[in-house]
């Protein structure tokens, strides 16, 4: 058995400030954030290590800024009989809104 897990949450809300919410959300319970990629305005993926016994309290509280969010990989039975050990996991949160996709410039690199 894998002691990783991949949630996966769709939310309308702000990008920026649901992204902050979760990342603090992480610290809160005493885990730490190993790598985040964000794609356009859609998505962003968050690859994150926290105590197994605070993962459904940390999917509660994502619960409560309207976020659906779902176990797409791991065993839910050992999450709800936790413990303190460590799990890395990864939370794949996309983003519905009509703004158009977020574009940003790559400077010219010098001698290309």
């Known amino acids: 058995m894998s002691n990783q ?3 996966s949450a769709i939310t309308k809300q ?3 400030a649901f992204t902050t919410f ?8 005493g885990g730490w954030v190993d790598d ?5 305005n859609i998505m962003t993926t968050i690859r994150f290590t926290i105590a197994e016994n605070k993962i459904l309290p940390f999917l509660e509280v994502l619960a409560t800024k309207e976020a ?8 839910l ?5 936790a413990n303190s050990s460590e ?3 990864a939370l794949q949160i996309t983003f ?9 410039d790559v400077p010219a690199v010098p001698g290309y």
Do not use: A
């Open 68 to 75: 659906t969010v779902q176990l797409v990989r791991g065993e």
């Open 77 to 81: 039975n050992v999450l709800e009989n």
């Open 14 to 16: 702000e990008r920026n």
């Open 22 to 29: 979760v990342l603090d959300s992480i610290s809160n319970f």
């Open 87 to 89: 799990r890395s996991g």
């Open 96 to 104: 519905v809104h009509n703004d158009p996709d977020l574009r940003r």
């Open 5 to 7: 897990f991949l949630l």
């Open 36 to 40: 985040v990629h964000m794609y356009s």
